[in-house]
């Protein structure tokens, strides 16, 4: 992917050395081409999400349990255990100590809440199998299409389920379905 953005930053310069024009003018326009690159090419997995995305509702997210994971720009890991059968969370502050608790369901039947999230109430959601840190407390309702959009940090999920069942006559399906 990195290539086309190369290609399509040299075609200006070609056509300025094509023209005649001095080489200063030439390398910095080069120079400019660079630092556009090097700045598309930034990895922002641990910034929000600012596309929203469908939220799922808790009673239809199944078993979400399971630890999710985000990574900041500074490198900075954090995690978070989840029990939805059980209601309950454990993720480590930004001291290193863990916390362990039970969260709270909203009334909209989209979110939930941690009351001492790194000392301040923090808002989720579910949201394409991910796990989103909500920046306010706002009621979630479905729009026009039924449906609920969501954006903010989001937690990978670190042990997705297996969502596939095999096909029949895969070496990994029940051969004798009877049983």
Known sequence: MRLPKILAAAAPLALLAA???NVEDIEAAAADTENAI???DVDTSGDDDSEPAAATKLDEAKDASGTYTVTDADGT???ITLDTSAGTYEYKNDKGE???GSYTRADDGYRFIINDYN?????????NGDLVRLPVDATLSPDDKGEVEVSGERYRRDDKPFTR??????PV??????N
């Open 19 to 21: 023209c005649g024009d």
């Open 38 to 40: 090097a700045t598309e």
């Open 77 to 79: 890991t954090r995690r």
């Open 98 to 100: 863990t916390k362990t």
């Open 119 to 127: 000392g301040r109430i923090g808002y989720f959601a579910f949201s």
């Open 165 to 170: 069942e095999p096909e029949l006559g895969s």
């Open 173 to 178: 399906a029940p051969q004798d379905l009877n």
